[in-house]
């Protein structure tokens, strides 16, 4: 019988009694290698049940100890790394190297959230007026949720619990249906690393545990990372249930090429940020903005792409891996023949591609469109494949108006010679993550990762300081203490101290 994938819930790793199961396929070869539960409500109502208990000691422990926690935790998931990479090759295709990444960066938020005592400190005032001070404490909210996609099972459930957790609230985590084994034992490691019964709870499933989520009075905020609408919808019924939420959606990044630039950087930068992963990032670089005499590299450019290709994560020769599914090939085949039909010229189609053994892979080729201009659908959607859309321009201050036109604003960057046309681009440009000579600018954890416009709803970001605003309440104390000095006034009937 196929593996059942476990539920997390109240300490325990447990069976789920549902009578519903999601597969959980092998992309590389459509076995199907394990079955996700999708939990059902009376296992949801115990979960959260538990996470409300578990929060009424849990913050109360010292944030010293919650530091602690995440040091272990650090410290295991850096022993582990390398078979938790394993889990990650076999859900989702990735290489070894790169499933290795997908964990490393979610280390380093661990490694963030062990400096909880520093980030939850408050501020402080004395003598706000004769003889009161003013002071104010980080509080942790409560219960907390996340939902995250299938495309960093590692790196992106990294990025909310431990860092919720290490603020003193606890945690319902619901990852993506299409790789749920990461995440369990990543939780398994969690409570190796002495987390208490309770502070974390993992559940499985699709639309309907989320929806319990959405509406579940005990949950306080929720953060979520996946596609657009599944974000809209997120933030609009969380919020309308008086959440507060983050919600990390798709996008489009451009990345601007000058013609000052070192053009073996940006080819060996481009084949890196667009193809890489099989292009399912979020960071993923999917138009390349050639500015002025650098169009004359784009054939150069198709070249170098053209010379990688997919493989399975044991092939160590492999540039990337599959397709997620094959609804997710069909999709992205389907938007490569549109934009041959609408008119952009495909220097390099991956459409056709087989890896040896492995017939049943979802595998694309790398791919590379010219001549693509804004109104064609592979201009306009975030096609989540090894597809790179290249167009030209004169000049920089076209290059800056057409990344603004775009509804997205998670990444971009500049690749230039130039520290005045880099300064221009970093002060121009509606977009929240800019990379200067670097084509996925992802920030390190003691800064926040920030996209804008469409990719994100919400204010406050994921880590770094936004994080743990976004998962405390601040509560602000001003306060009198009477002595012989302190002449007795009569009542105060004015608003002022
Ligand atoms: P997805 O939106 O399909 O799924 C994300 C999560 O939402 C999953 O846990 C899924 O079970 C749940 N979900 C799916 N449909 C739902 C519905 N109708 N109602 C409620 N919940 C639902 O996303 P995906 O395909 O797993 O991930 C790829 C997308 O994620 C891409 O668009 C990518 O750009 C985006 N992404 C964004 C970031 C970022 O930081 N901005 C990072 C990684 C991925």
Known sequence: MTK???????????????????????????????????????????????????????????????????????NLLKEHQTDIAEIIC?????????????????????????????????????????????????????????????????????????????????????????????????????????????????????????????????????????????????????????????????????????????????????????VGAAGQRCMAISVAVFVGAAQDWIPEVAEAIGKVHPGVYTDPNAAYGPQISPQAKARVLSLIEQGKKEGATCLVDGSDCQVKDYPKGNWIGPTVFSDVTPEMTIYKEEIFGPVLCTSSVDTLEDAIALVNDSPYGNGTSIFTASGAAARKYQHEIEVGQVGINIPIPVPLPFFSFTGWKGSFYGDQHAYGKQAVRFYTETKTITARWFNDDIPVSGPNMSINL
């Open 90 to 274: 076999q859900e989702l295709g990735k290489t070894l190297e790169d499933a290795k990444g997908d964990v490393w960066r979610g280390i380093e938020v661990v490694e963030q959230a062990a400096n909880i005592p520093s980030l939850m400190m408050g501020e402080t005032v004395e003598n706000v007026a004769r003889s009161i001070d003013t002071y104010s404490y980080i509080q942790p909210l409560g219960v907390c949720a996340g939902i995250t996609p299938f495309n960093f099972p590692a790196m992106i459930p990294l990025w909310m619990f431990p860092m919720a957790i290490a603020c003193g609230n606890t945690f319902i985590l619901k990852p993506s249906e299409q790789d749920p084994m990461t995440v369990n034992r990543i939780a398994e490691l969690f409570a190796e690393a002495g987390a208490p019964k309770g502070v974390l709870q993992v559940v499985h499933g699709a639309k309907e545990q989320v929806d319990t989520i959405l509406h579940h009075p005990d949950i306080k905020a929720i953060s979520f990372v996946g596609s657009v609408n599944v974000g809209q919808y997120i933030y609009k019924t969380g919020t309308d249930n008086l959440k507060r939420v983050q919600a990390f959606a798709g996008a489009k990044n451009h990345m601007v090429v000058m013609p000052d630039a070192n053009k073996q950087q940006v080819i060996n930068a481009l084949v890196g940020a667009s």
């Open 4 to 74: 059942q994938v476990q539920l997390f819930i109240d300490g325990e790793f447990i069976d789920s009694t549902t009578e519903q199961w999601i597969p959980v396929t092998n992309p590389a070869t459509q076995d199907v290698i394990a079955q996700a539960p999708c939990t059902t409500s009376e296992e949801m109502a115990r979960a959260i049940a538990s996470a409300k208990q578990a929060f009424q000691s849990w913050k109360e422990v010292p944030v010293s100890e919650r530091a602690r926690l995440m040091m272990r935790f650090g």
